[in-house]
């Protein structure tokens, strides 16, 4: 990461370096920079701090939770997998919303 800064030494810019995916016919990526504001800096350095340092994936599975390797030390990033799951989920808890919902509505008998 690295910032552009003010004359009074204030960062106001970020570029981060890294690799994309999404999008990209090569499985191991391309080379790409991102221009990100501050909000984007802290959550990569929260992200950072989770990691253990043997660990080259910024959004790697984390060792305490979903997603949990299955040997401590393997260095693998949390795939597509775990996202739908997080969607799925997502959907099931708004469709429960939904019926509890439409059942509160419902005139009782």
């Known amino acids: 990461m690295e910032a552009k800064r003010d004359e009074g ?28 504001c501050e909000p984007v800096v802290r959550a990569i350095r929260v992200l950072e701090q989770l990691q253990p340092a043997s660990q080259n994936y910024l959004m790697g599975a984390l060792l305490h939770g979903p997603g949990q390797p299955k040997r401590a030390g393997v260095d693998r990033a949390v795939g597509v997998d775990a996202t739908l ?25």
Do not use: M
Request: hydrophobic share 30%; aromatic share 8%.
């Open 9 to 36: 030494g204030n960062a106001y810019r970020w570029r981060v370096h890294s690799r994309a995916f999404k999008g990209e016919e090569d499985a191991e990526g391309v080379e790409a920079t991102w221009t990100v």
């Open 85 to 109: 799951r997080n969607e799925r989920l997502q959907e099931a808890l708004e469709e429960a919303s939904n019926v509890t919902s439409i059942n509160s509505r419902a005139p009782r008998r």
